[in-house]
């Protein structure tokens, strides 16, 4: 468990020599790639739309499923959120990253994130919620305002039951370079075919391969400006 630079913290795999997040602010990033450039973008095409449909390749420790339960309760929306992940992290080690991470500690970061971290539940609180609830069954957590129904799968991603009617894709799995088989056209094909026409696609890599490959199943791609200290970050839409 280590700090990164906005003061929110990540997990360091030695397995992969790898962070969970980038060091330059886990949060930063998160709310930067998943929530203003997926969420807050799909809403700007769709702003009467109450319902909106979630799929996350990658839990990890939580905090995009975190930040759009904020940003749920900032849009009084009905959110559903399905992520798959295949190596669950414990609720007790969630417990402790969450406990240890007050939510005022993170000052640093440039973006508006630190209102957005502090609504209603505390964060502790609904990372709780978030991963002691049972897999593979669909469970609500209660919000504020709005809500938040969430699906955790523990699958493979070659083998993965993908959702129907996907309206934002959070794909968040560690990078190319670093876990092969998780990204790619036989991957992002059932994805499309699942997704909602309109529907976004995101994630933080910008590499060649993975733009070429999101084209080839046929989804308009474009390259963004990424968060700090990273050159650029892909969207993908289903047009």
Not at 23 to 31: K, L, P, R
Not at 65 to 92: H, I, Q, R
Request: with cysteine; net charge negative.
């Amino acid at each position: 468990m280590i700090e990164t630079a906005d003061g929110s913290k990540t997990l360091y795999l030695p397995e992969l020599d790898e962070t969970y997040h980038s060091t330059h602010g886990a949060v930063t990033e998160s709310n930067y790639v998943y929530i203003e450039k997926g969420l807050d973008f799909w809403f700007s095409m769709y702003p009467n739309r109450k319902r909106v449909s979630v799929f996350e390749m990658g839990l990890g420790t939580g905090t995009n499923a975190l930040l759009a339960m904020n940003w749920c309760e900032s849009k009084g929306c009905d959110l559903k959120f399905y992520t798959v992940e295949k190596f669950p992290l414990s609720s007790a080690l969630m417990r402790e990253y969450w406990d240890s991470l007050p939510s005022q500690s993170i000052t640093k970061t440039p973006l508006d994130v630190v209102g957005s971290m502090t609504l209603s539940m505390g964060l502790a609180t609904k990372s709780d919620a978030l991963h002691s609830a049972p897999w593979e069954t669909w469970v609500d957590i209660g919000l504020k305002s709005g809500s938040f129904s969430v699906y955790k799968h523990e699958s493979d991603i070659q083998s993965a039951v993908i959702p129907q009617e996907i309206d934002v894709v959070f794909w968040d799995a560690f990078g190319p370079k670093k876990q092969d088989g998780v990204w790619g056209v036989s991957l992002f094909k059932p994805l499309f075919d699942s997704m909602r026409s309109g529907g976004v696609f995101v994630t933080y890599s910008a590499s060649g391969d993975v733009k070429r490959a999101l084209k080839e199943v046929g989804f308009k791609v474009e390259k963004l400006e990424g968060p700090p200290h990273k050159r650029h970050m892909l969207r993908a839409l289903k047009v």
